[in-house]
């Protein structure tokens, strides 16, 4: 494995050099992002190998400003000659680009002036054979639980990656990260009976946080089984529990509706709700770039500015826009540090670690006192409005009959607001941080479940 700080360095003297030659070829101003990972992967199925796959990629970006005009190229070849042809083609695009009275980089004064260190980097490379008994050893766990028939293959992974950045407002910074991975997919029943699949996975930053390979083979083929034999309901209005695994999804939404870039257009159902009571008293969303060996961790957001810890939603209100410095322009106020970007498009806001932080009771608890609702594990679709709020998703998993679960269920739609099930929002006390959007099981009450 290549050492991530000369990584780092080498890539920080590309940039710097790809900087001064936009300056010298008449750019007003430029930015530059370079992006370099190398990823090996293998899966296997019934026990046997099934594919290896091991890529390496270098992609360098470039933007130019000139005046109030701007344009984006990339490149995977770095030669000298390319570069200044990557340079001569950014500033023609630019000169014939439209005028945006807020594009730009970011004011300098809020510019990072140096990058924390997340430990986000392990220096543990596992080769091929290790990651195949990794996916033999899950898929094998799936395989062993009873009523399990089949198999979708089990999986395992390694990547390492570095970020570079450079601006000719003065930012120059760069970071490494390595992910592992293991997952399983199996399938129970059979024809006559119906057949259902399910799956686990489990990611991290670093090997020894990685879950047991077996652990996510055996959930996975017990959740399999649990999903035989599904029945149908009649649509009624209950409250609806989400699993962790899907729960998440509500929070992602959130982060959506609170975009600058929707905030600015006029198109979020939330355009008008800065410092409002959104969620119920004691509700708290945070997004939170500096998280130790956080999955979406990052030191320095995708314009140099310096990120922080947000929490979005304090005591149920909303406290602040996702903004980089486009939409922040847009609004009259300040980038908030939530830029990211590649490297042949503008930066747009994005979060990172982003979660709802734990409630007090147990999943248990929270749906004790249900005499009918619905326990979803699965969804499917995405019949969703941004503009209204307007939410309907196909749905399965399972029904709650006197508090506890029932059965399984399956080809349902569950629908309602967002902004009304924002405020019937019940955090359980069970967070994980496994996803990197990521909320404890959650209760919504008085939802639509469609059914037969």
Known sequence: MPDPKAAQQKA???LDDVIGRARKA???AADTVMFESVSLGVSCRMGEPEDVERSESNDLGLRVLVGKRQAFVSSTDTSADMLDELVSRALDMAKLAPEDPHCGLADTDLLASGLADLDLFDAAEPDTDALMARA???EDAGRAVKGVTNSEGGGASWGSSTVALATSGGFAGAYSGTSHGVSCSVVAGDGDTGMERDYDFSSSRFLADLEGAAEIGRRAGER???????RKVKTAQVPVIYDPRVAGGLVGHLAGAINGQSVARGTSFLKDS???QIFADGITITDDPHRKRGLKSKPVDGEGVANRRFDLIADGRLTTWLLDTASASQ???????HAARGTASPPSPSTSNLYMAAGAQSPEELMADIK????????IGFGISMVTGDYSRGAAGFWIEDGQIAYPVSELTVAGNLKDMFREITPANDLE???GTDAPTLRVDGMTVAGT
Do not use: H
């Not at 399999?224 to 599904?230: G, S």
């Not at 009918?372 to 699965?378: K, L, V």
């Open 12 to 14: 920080l003297n590309l």
């Open 26 to 28: 008449g750019a007003d």
């Open 136 to 138: 033999k050893t899950a």
């Open 224 to 230: 399999c089984v649990k999903r035989l034999n599904p």
């Open 274 to 276: 800065m410092g409002k």
């Open 331 to 337: 609004l009259g106020l300040k980038s908030t540090g």
């Open 372 to 379: 009918s609702g619905f326990y979803i594990t699965e969804l």
């Open 433 to 435: 941080f496994r996803r």
